[in-house]
């Protein structure tokens, strides 16, 4: 991955939100936010090997869900408190992300949160 300022030339152009990806490999997680992320996008995890009783906590929804291989999951990291359990087994996870501080240092609006006046006035949208 580029450092920020090197970046501002691909960040104006790209059309994903997702400018950061990481892999983590045998590794369990502390209850935590991803600080760094865009909180009104949600990250992306997929991740592959584990064993069946490894889980993905996510604490203010009250969830501890399977999360062995071929799970995916999307969320917000930056606002939903996660913790993912160890595994007696290989386990890698692909997670993609946005980083805030590149919206920030290149001036990209950060998408907001939608509220229920925005999704009324949809075109098409009926209650």
Not at 59 to 78: K, N, P, W
């Amino acid at each position: 991955m580029l450092c920020y300022k090197e970046s501002l030339p691909y960040i104006k152009s790209w059309g994903n939100p997702y400018s950061a990806a990481a892999i983590v490999a045998n590794r369990l997680s502390i209850p935590h936010y991803d600080r760094y992320s865009v909180a009104t996008i949600p990250d992306l995890l997929i991740t592959l090997g584990g064993d069946p009783s490894t889980t993905l906590t996510l604490h203010q929804l009250g969830a501890r869900l399977a999360y062995a291989g071929g799970t995916f999951a999307a969320f917000s990291g930056g606002r939903i408190l996660h913790e993912v359990s160890g595994s007696t087994e290989d386990r890698m996870c692909y997670a993609y992300y946005p980083r805030k501080p590149n919206f920030q240092l290149h001036d990209v609006p950060i998408p907001g949160d939608p509220s229920y006046p925005d999704i009324a006035a949809v075109p098409g949208h009926s209650m």
